[in-house]
């Protein structure tokens, strides 16, 4: 962002006046740049002014100068006149042009312009013509005319003069008109002035000094450019109605309009002038996603530039508006400390204003389409049990951020509630009891607050809600909307029901040590952002998807294997962390990072050392490689160690080797034994044979000799 010296800035508080009543010298802030400069400032080839050295003649009241054409153009008048009527020529010169300063001491009502005037400065002669009431042009001039005493292009397509000293409250520009010239409605008596949707073309100056000016509507117009000082000094102005079609306020185009308390900037706005809205009765102001550039004090600083106590910048963040709240440039004496407010807080805190909330003991109340809300609660009890009715009336919902002035430990919520508003708790909350029978919980992140949040119970109901462990989930434990970023586990499973870690879910939990994700398919947005403890989280072969800096500032988290099944991988899901210098670079070099065509970037940068186990040609590989993280293939998961896919064979082969060795030996030995056992049987077998034989023929011997 470019910024302008301060005493520059000052001088240019000073010189308004002056510029109003030269509107040649258009005034810049030193190092104002052309792109807020005057768009609609014409030179002096285009005006076909004379800028060689011309002798200046005389003649009556008049002074002038012949052009190399030999026409006359007045310079300068000093008639004290009523009426002036324009001569048509001097001593037998034409006159055809009338300059910038020609009547900057004029004093008269009426001024007639013949029909030899071709051309009249663009920077309006008029201007300083504070008393002038009227203007007559001749009706055969082919170049201009005038209408009730307003001057205008021959076409009428330019208003170019409307008399300051005109009397009248209101005036109309007429249909067909499509610019309005330097100055042209400036310091003039005017209430009202109605603007057609013919208009799409303003010059600097065009309504300034108007001190009676209540409200402007350019809403039907395509007017592009708010110019230079277009409104400055419209003291009492109050209502400014801008086009769509609006891109640029340029420099101190409301400033000094001190009765502007508040406006609407048009949605397609890219670019707030220096000073444009200084010194008005703004204490805020909401400033689109569009605008890309804000000047040195455009909002926020009174008549000497000093800023304005309580003022509150309203934005998106990471926007010109979060950075115009707090920009500093010691070398410029340049110091914003502006309250910023994000842009949805805001809207749910004009909503909150509109509700006319009723106070009941250390709560308030409101009835919001039939239905009691919980809307704010400013007890200071440790636990703090929610009355079911208030008044009378049931309580079934709890509106957005109702309990964040509120320091209980426990908060118990009444079984009547059936919805609970986003960000409804605040950061000193513990414990959150929440009724069974509650259908809606708002919001993505809806304890995204809740630093010091232990635990989450729901009570039993038909609601479509659950709890274990102090852990929040839907209904059927399908998906897991929060875990306490202050519980104090240092390892989690998730139970093999869930499906989906919804966006935050485990985000800022400073415990949290290893993680597994039993049958999680969809990890959301932020899911683990900031867990600095976080070691391992282990990913199961049935995810899908990653969502944008899902473990993002994980720090101690050096690795992580990411199976071939994923097919989405978020900006910043993996080896990020947030980059103090690089932030500190896109702030101080925003414009160079826009003009290369970044128009988002975001200070992280990958951590140095972590590396990713993936699978070739998958997801997961493109995305390190995409974002320069080193990737290590072919490795295969054995307990929480990651191992090379060829040396795993190997080991795997020589454990083969061995049972099977091993196996050959037992089986040998049994073999043995068995051969061992045969023969000793045959042996005894024919023992006994012998023994039996023996016996047998001892037995015949006996049995003869008797």
């Known amino acids: 962002m470019k910024y302008y010296n301060k005493t520059a800035a000052l001088a240019l508080c000073m010189l308004i006046s002056l510029s109003a009543a030269f509107p040649s010298a258009t005034v810049f802030a030193e190092g104002e740049s052309s792109a807020v400069s005057d768009t609609n400032e014409t030179s002096d080839d285009e005006t076909g002014t004379e800028t060689d050295e011309t002798e200046e003649l005389t003649s009556g009241d008049f002074k002038y100068i012949i052009d190399e054409d030999g026409n006359a153009h007045i310079t300068a008048c000093s008639s004290t006149d009523a009426e ?85 409250e209101s005036f109309t520009i007429p249909d067909g008109v499509e610019e309005i010239g330097t100055a042209a409605l400036s310091d003039t008596l005017l209430k009202e002035i109605n603007i057609p949707d013919s208009v799409n073309t303003l010059n600097r100056h065009c309504f300034s000094f108007n001190p009676n000016l209540i409200s402007i509507d350019m809403g039907g117009t395509s007017i592009a450019e708010i110019p230079i000082m277009a409104f400055v000094g419209c003291d009492v102005l109050t209502d400014v109605i801008f086009s769509d079609a609006t891109e640029s306020i340029g420099l101190a185009a409301f400033m000094n309009c ?72 010691s070398e410029y004496d340049y110091y914003n400390d502006f309250n910023f407010m994000n842009r949805e807080l805001y809207e749910k805190q004009v909503a909150y204003e509109a509700l006319n909330a009723k106070p009941f003991g250390d709560f308030e109340y409101a009835v919001i389409d039939g239905e009691g809300y919980i809307t704010n609660c400013t007890s200071i009890e440790d636990t703090v049990n929610v009355p079911a009715e208030m008044d009378g009336v ?101 139970p093999d029901t869930v499906k989906e870690l919804a966006p935050s879910s485990f985000c800022y939990n400073e415990h949290l040590q290893k993680v597994k994700l039993t049958a999680v398919e969809t990890i959301g947005d932020y899911a683990f952002e ?65 003009m290369s065509g970044e128009s988002v970037v975001m200070p992280y ?94 037995k015949e011997e006996n049995s003869d000799e008797s």
């Open 84 to 168: 002036i009527d324009v001569p048509e020529s001097f001593d037998g010169v034409p006159v055809t042009e009338i300059d910038t300063n020609a009547f900057l001491d004029c004093k008269s009502k009426k001024i007639t312009i013949h029909s030899n005037i071709v051309y009249i400065s663009a920077d309006n002669p008029f201007a300083p013509c504070l008393t002038l009431e009227e203007i007559i042009v001749d009706e055969d001039s082919e170049h201009y005319a005038a209408v009730d005493g307003v001057l205008y292009s021959k076409d009428m397509k330019s208003i170019l003069n409307y008399p300051s000293s005109k009397k009248g």
């Open 530 to 594: 900031g867990c600095p403890a976080l070691i391992e989280a282990k990913l199961p072969k049935t995810l899908k998807s990653v969502g944008q800096n899902a473990f993002l500032g994980c720090t101690e988290m050096k690795s992580i294997r990411v199976y071939g099944e994923v097919e989405y991988i978020g900006d910043y899901a993996f080896g990020y962390n947030y980059d103090e210098e690089l932030a500190a670079d896109i702030q101080n070099n925003m414009a160079s990072y826009a």
């Open 605 to 698: 940068s990958v951590m140095e050392g972590f590396k990713m186990y993936v699978e070739k040609d998958s997801m997961a590989m493109q995305y390190a490689e995409a974002c320069g993280i080193k990737t290590v293939t072919d490795t295969v998961a054995v307990g929480s160690k990651n191992v090379d896919k060829t040396f795993m064979y190997v080991v795997l082969g020589a454990v083969a080797a061995v049972i099977l060795a091993a196996a050959g030996i037992i089986t040998g030995k049994g073999i043995s034994r068995k051969k061992k056992a045969k023969a000793a049987a045959v042996r005894k077998a024919k023992a006994a044979e012998k023994r039996a034989e023996s016996s047998k023929k001892i």
């Open 258 to 329: 001190k009765s502007l308390a508040e406006v609407t900037l048009p949605p397609q706005l890219r670019q707030v002038g220096q000073n444009a809205f200084m010194d008005t009765a703004m204490k805020r102001i909401v400033i689109p996603d569009t605008v890309q550039t804000i000047g040195y004090s455009a909002f926020g600083y009174d008549e000497n530039e000093n800023a304005v106590e309580g003022f509150t910048i309203v934005g998106s963040n990471d926007s010109a508006a979060s950075r115009y709240a707090k920009d500093t440039d």
């Open 394 to 494: 049931s309580i079934t919902a709890v509106y957005y951020g109702a309990f964040q002035s509120c320091g209980a430990a426990n908060i118990v919520l009444p079984e009547t509630v059936k919805k609970i508003g986003e960000d409804a708790f605040s950061e000193y909350v513990e414990s959150i009891t929440i009724p069974g029978g509650c259908t809606l919980i708002e919001g993505d992140e809806p304890f995204l607050r809740c630093s010091s949040l232990k635990y989450i119970t729901v009570t039993d109901g038909s609601g479509e809600y659950s709890s274990k462990d102090g852990v929040l989930y839907n209904k059927d434990r399908s998906r897991l909307i929060a875990y306490p970023q202050a519980c104090e586990n240092k390892e989690f499973t998730v």
